[in-house]
Protein backbone atom coordinates (compact mmCIF):
# COMPACT_ATOMS: atom_id res chain seq x y z
CA UNK A 1 0.00 0.00 0.00
CA UNK A 2 1.21 3.64 -1.16
CA UNK A 3 1.64 6.92 1.23
CA UNK A 4 -1.29 8.17 -1.16
CA UNK A 5 -3.75 5.82 0.04
CA UNK A 6 -5.74 8.36 2.25
CA UNK A 7 -6.50 10.50 -1.16
CA UNK A 8 -6.71 7.57 -3.39
CA UNK A 9 -9.80 5.84 -1.24
CA UNK A 10 -11.98 7.68 0.41
CA UNK A 11 -13.75 6.34 3.03
CA UNK A 12 -17.44 7.11 4.33
CA UNK A 13 -16.99 5.96 7.78
CA UNK A 14 -13.62 4.33 9.73
CA UNK A 15 -15.69 0.88 10.57
CA UNK A 16 -11.75 -1.20 12.45
CA UNK A 17 -13.48 -3.89 13.47
CA UNK A 18 -14.91 -4.69 9.22
CA UNK A 19 -14.50 -7.55 8.42
CA UNK A 20 -14.46 -7.25 4.68
CA UNK A 21 -13.70 -4.53 2.51
CA UNK A 22 -15.75 -2.97 -0.33
CA UNK A 23 -13.98 -0.93 -2.71
CA UNK A 24 -16.26 0.89 -5.55
CA UNK A 25 -14.95 2.10 -8.82
CA UNK A 26 -17.03 5.40 -10.58
CA UNK A 27 -17.72 5.85 -13.96
CA UNK A 28 -15.61 7.90 -16.48
CA UNK A 29 -15.58 11.67 -15.65
CA UNK A 30 -17.41 10.50 -12.15
CA UNK A 31 -15.54 10.96 -8.41
CA UNK A 32 -15.53 9.43 -5.24
CA UNK A 33 -18.54 10.89 -4.61
CA UNK A 34 -20.83 8.99 -6.37
CA UNK A 35 -20.39 6.03 -3.43
CA UNK A 36 -20.08 8.52 -0.70
CA UNK A 37 -23.28 7.45 1.04
CA UNK A 38 -23.27 4.00 0.51
CA UNK A 39 -21.87 2.93 4.31
CA UNK A 40 -24.35 4.60 5.90
CA UNK A 41 -26.74 1.29 4.20
CA UNK A 42 -24.29 -1.19 5.16
CA UNK A 43 -23.60 -2.97 7.99
CA UNK A 44 -20.39 -2.06 10.32
CA UNK A 45 -18.79 -5.05 9.10
CA UNK A 46 -18.38 -3.81 5.87
CA UNK A 47 -15.55 -1.09 5.36
CA UNK A 48 -16.55 0.83 2.23
CA UNK A 49 -13.85 2.46 0.20
CA UNK A 50 -14.71 4.60 -2.81
CA UNK A 51 -11.55 4.61 -5.59
CA UNK A 52 -10.65 8.55 -6.43
CA UNK A 53 -8.82 8.11 -9.45
CA UNK A 54 -6.25 11.07 -10.01
CA UNK A 55 -7.49 14.62 -11.23
CA UNK A 56 -10.35 15.01 -8.71
CA UNK A 57 -10.92 15.59 -5.84
CA UNK A 58 -8.26 15.51 -3.41
CA UNK A 59 -6.21 14.39 -6.10
CA UNK A 60 -7.23 17.41 -8.17
CA UNK A 61 -3.65 18.31 -8.67
CA UNK A 62 -2.25 15.12 -10.37
CA UNK A 63 -2.27 13.91 -13.83
CA UNK A 64 -5.69 11.62 -14.71
CA UNK A 65 -4.32 8.24 -16.20
CA UNK A 66 -5.21 8.02 -20.38
CA UNK A 67 -4.23 4.56 -20.18
CA UNK A 68 -5.58 1.75 -18.37
CA UNK A 69 -2.25 -0.37 -17.91
CA UNK A 70 -0.31 3.17 -15.83
CA UNK A 71 -4.16 3.32 -14.04
CA UNK A 72 -4.32 0.28 -13.02
CA UNK A 73 -0.83 -0.36 -11.64
CA UNK A 74 -0.83 2.62 -9.65
CA UNK A 75 -4.32 2.02 -8.50
CA UNK A 76 -3.51 -1.00 -6.72
CA UNK A 77 -0.50 0.12 -4.65
CA UNK A 78 -3.59 1.98 -3.06
CA UNK A 79 -5.72 -0.59 -2.13
CA UNK A 80 -5.17 -2.53 1.38
CA UNK A 81 -5.20 -6.70 1.00
CA UNK A 82 -5.37 -7.21 4.93
CA UNK A 83 -9.35 -8.09 4.73
CA UNK A 84 -11.57 -10.14 2.09
CA UNK A 85 -12.31 -7.50 -0.37
CA UNK A 86 -15.63 -6.82 -3.08
CA UNK A 87 -15.19 -4.95 -5.52
CA UNK A 88 -17.84 -2.99 -7.41
CA UNK A 89 -17.89 -1.05 -10.54
CA UNK A 90 -19.83 0.90 -12.09
CA UNK A 91 -19.80 1.72 -16.14
CA UNK A 92 -15.66 2.61 -16.86
CA UNK A 93 -14.87 1.74 -13.00
CA UNK A 94 -16.60 -1.86 -14.12
CA UNK A 95 -13.33 -2.19 -16.56
CA UNK A 96 -11.00 -0.33 -13.80
CA UNK A 97 -12.55 -3.43 -11.19
CA UNK A 98 -11.75 -6.18 -13.38
CA UNK A 99 -8.47 -5.07 -14.20
CA UNK A 100 -7.28 -4.06 -11.08
CA UNK A 101 -8.49 -7.57 -9.95
CA UNK A 102 -6.25 -9.25 -12.57
CA UNK A 103 -3.34 -6.84 -11.98
CA UNK A 104 -3.84 -8.69 -7.98
CA UNK A 105 -3.63 -12.03 -9.48
CA UNK A 106 -0.61 -11.32 -11.21
CA UNK A 107 1.52 -9.54 -8.89
CA UNK A 108 0.39 -12.49 -6.20
CA UNK A 109 -1.91 -10.62 -4.30
CA UNK A 110 -5.43 -11.25 -2.82
CA UNK A 111 -7.88 -10.59 -4.97
CA UNK A 112 -11.60 -10.21 -4.58
CA UNK A 113 -13.39 -12.29 -3.85
CA UNK A 114 -16.86 -11.25 -5.75
CA UNK A 115 -17.51 -8.82 -8.69
CA UNK A 116 -20.00 -6.59 -9.02
CA UNK A 117 -19.79 -5.35 -12.92
CA UNK A 118 -22.08 -2.69 -13.30
CA UNK A 119 -23.54 -1.00 -16.79
CA UNK A 120 -20.54 -2.67 -18.93
CA UNK A 121 -19.83 -4.76 -21.65
CA UNK A 122 -17.76 -7.38 -21.28
CA UNK A 123 -14.29 -6.45 -22.32
CA UNK A 124 -13.66 -6.51 -25.87
CA UNK A 125 -17.46 -5.94 -26.89
CA UNK A 126 -16.93 -2.15 -27.61
CA UNK A 127 -14.80 -0.51 -29.84
CA UNK A 128 -14.69 3.98 -30.22
CA UNK A 129 -14.65 4.91 -33.74
CA UNK A 130 -12.34 7.64 -34.06
CA UNK A 131 -11.17 9.77 -31.02
CA UNK A 132 -14.19 11.02 -29.04
CA UNK A 133 -11.70 12.44 -26.34
CA UNK A 134 -10.09 15.40 -27.74
CA UNK A 135 -13.36 16.52 -29.89
CA UNK A 136 -14.57 20.06 -29.44
CA UNK A 137 -15.71 20.58 -26.69
CA UNK A 138 -19.40 21.04 -27.33
CA UNK A 139 -19.51 17.84 -29.87
CA UNK A 140 -17.82 15.82 -26.34
CA UNK A 141 -20.26 17.02 -24.41
CA UNK A 142 -23.20 15.99 -27.06
CA UNK A 143 -21.32 12.44 -27.33
CA UNK A 144 -21.77 12.16 -23.21
CA UNK A 145 -25.02 13.09 -22.82
CA UNK A 146 -26.04 10.67 -25.76
CA UNK A 147 -24.10 7.57 -24.45
CA UNK A 148 -25.14 7.87 -20.88
CA UNK A 149 -28.55 9.70 -20.33
CA UNK A 150 -27.64 13.44 -20.56
CA UNK A 151 -25.00 15.84 -18.93
CA UNK A 152 -25.67 17.85 -16.02
CA UNK A 153 -26.75 21.33 -16.95
CA UNK A 154 -24.40 22.96 -14.67
CA UNK A 155 -21.61 21.60 -16.27
CA UNK A 156 -22.85 23.25 -19.57
CA UNK A 157 -23.73 26.24 -18.02
CA UNK A 158 -20.53 26.75 -15.76
CA UNK A 159 -17.12 27.27 -17.46
CA UNK A 160 -15.10 26.98 -14.24
CA UNK A 161 -16.81 24.05 -13.72
CA UNK A 162 -16.45 22.60 -17.08
CA UNK A 163 -12.87 23.70 -16.58
CA UNK A 164 -12.47 21.56 -13.50
CA UNK A 165 -14.13 18.25 -15.04
CA UNK A 166 -13.12 17.84 -18.26
CA UNK A 167 -9.44 17.13 -18.21
CA UNK A 168 -10.21 13.97 -16.43
CA UNK A 169 -13.58 13.82 -18.02
CA UNK A 170 -11.49 13.34 -21.37
CA UNK A 171 -8.67 11.68 -20.07
CA UNK A 172 -11.26 8.62 -19.07
CA UNK A 173 -12.82 8.58 -22.29
CA UNK A 174 -9.18 8.33 -23.69
CA UNK A 175 -8.63 4.96 -21.61
CA UNK A 176 -11.61 3.54 -22.87
CA UNK A 177 -10.55 4.10 -26.58
CA UNK A 178 -7.28 3.02 -25.97
CA UNK A 179 -8.19 0.13 -23.70
CA UNK A 180 -7.51 -3.52 -25.49
CA UNK A 181 -8.34 -6.75 -23.89
CA UNK A 182 -5.84 -8.99 -23.27
CA UNK A 183 -6.63 -12.93 -23.42
CA UNK A 184 -6.01 -14.40 -19.34
CA UNK A 185 -7.07 -17.01 -17.72
CA UNK A 186 -10.43 -16.57 -16.09
CA UNK A 187 -10.44 -14.94 -12.53
CA UNK A 188 -11.23 -17.54 -9.45
CA UNK A 189 -14.45 -15.73 -8.36
CA UNK A 190 -17.97 -15.03 -8.29
CA UNK A 191 -19.51 -12.24 -10.11
CA UNK A 192 -22.85 -10.41 -10.29
CA UNK A 193 -23.08 -7.75 -14.09
CA UNK A 194 -25.64 -5.48 -13.40
CA UNK A 195 -27.81 -3.07 -15.73
CA UNK A 196 -30.74 -0.93 -16.63
CA UNK A 197 -33.07 -1.96 -19.02
CA UNK A 198 -33.80 1.07 -20.43
CA UNK A 199 -29.82 1.58 -21.01
CA UNK A 200 -28.77 0.68 -24.65
CA UNK A 201 -26.49 -2.00 -23.41
CA UNK A 202 -27.69 -5.21 -24.90
CA UNK A 203 -28.65 -8.07 -22.38
CA UNK A 204 -26.60 -10.11 -24.62
CA UNK A 205 -22.72 -8.18 -23.75
CA UNK A 206 -23.88 -8.21 -19.64
CA UNK A 207 -24.33 -11.92 -19.89
CA UNK A 208 -20.93 -12.41 -22.05
CA UNK A 209 -18.74 -11.50 -18.92
CA UNK A 210 -19.65 -15.04 -17.72
CA UNK A 211 -16.66 -16.74 -19.02
CA UNK A 212 -14.21 -14.16 -17.47
CA UNK A 213 -14.77 -15.98 -13.74
CA UNK A 214 -14.94 -19.47 -12.74
CA UNK A 215 -17.14 -18.81 -9.71
CA UNK A 216 -21.10 -18.44 -9.47
CA UNK A 217 -22.62 -15.35 -12.18
CA UNK A 218 -25.37 -13.90 -12.44
CA UNK A 219 -27.12 -10.70 -14.74
CA UNK A 220 -29.81 -8.60 -12.99
CA UNK A 221 -31.90 -6.17 -14.39
CA UNK A 222 -33.55 -2.96 -12.87
CA UNK A 223 -36.08 -0.50 -14.28
CA UNK A 224 -33.78 2.44 -15.69
CA UNK A 225 -30.93 4.26 -17.54
CA UNK A 226 -27.05 4.28 -17.49
CA UNK A 227 -27.62 5.27 -14.04
CA UNK A 228 -30.20 3.08 -12.40
CA UNK A 229 -27.88 2.20 -9.37
CA UNK A 230 -29.22 5.74 -7.89
CA UNK A 231 -32.96 5.40 -7.85
CA UNK A 232 -32.75 1.82 -7.29
CA UNK A 233 -29.84 2.22 -4.53
CA UNK A 234 -32.03 0.15 -1.39
CA UNK A 235 -32.35 -3.04 -3.89
CA UNK A 236 -28.50 -2.85 -5.29
CA UNK A 237 -26.99 -2.53 -1.86
CA UNK A 238 -29.22 -5.42 -0.73
CA UNK A 239 -27.46 -7.73 -3.36
CA UNK A 240 -23.92 -6.28 -2.38
CA UNK A 241 -24.76 -6.64 1.79
CA UNK A 242 -26.01 -10.69 0.67
CA UNK A 243 -22.72 -11.01 -0.26
CA UNK A 244 -20.37 -8.51 1.88
CA UNK A 245 -22.53 -8.23 5.07
Known amino acids: MTAGHETAVV ?3 SRPDARTRLYCFHHAGGTAAEFSSWH ?4 ESVDVCAVQL ?3 GARARERPHTRMGPLVAELIG ?3 TDLPT ?3 GH ?3 ALVAFEAARALRT ?3 PGPGHLFLSARPAPGLVAYEGSLH ?5 DFLDVVAERHGGVPARLRDHLELRQLVLPYFRADYEVLETYRATAADPLPVAATVLGGTDDPIPLAQLEAWRPQVTGTFAVRMFPGDHFYLRPWRTAVLDLVREVAG
Open 91 to 93: SFG
Open 107 to 109: AGL
Open 134 to 138: DLPEA
Open 54 to 56: PGR
Open 40 to 43: RYLP
Open 78 to 80: HLR
Open 86 to 88: VFF
Open 11 to 13: RGA
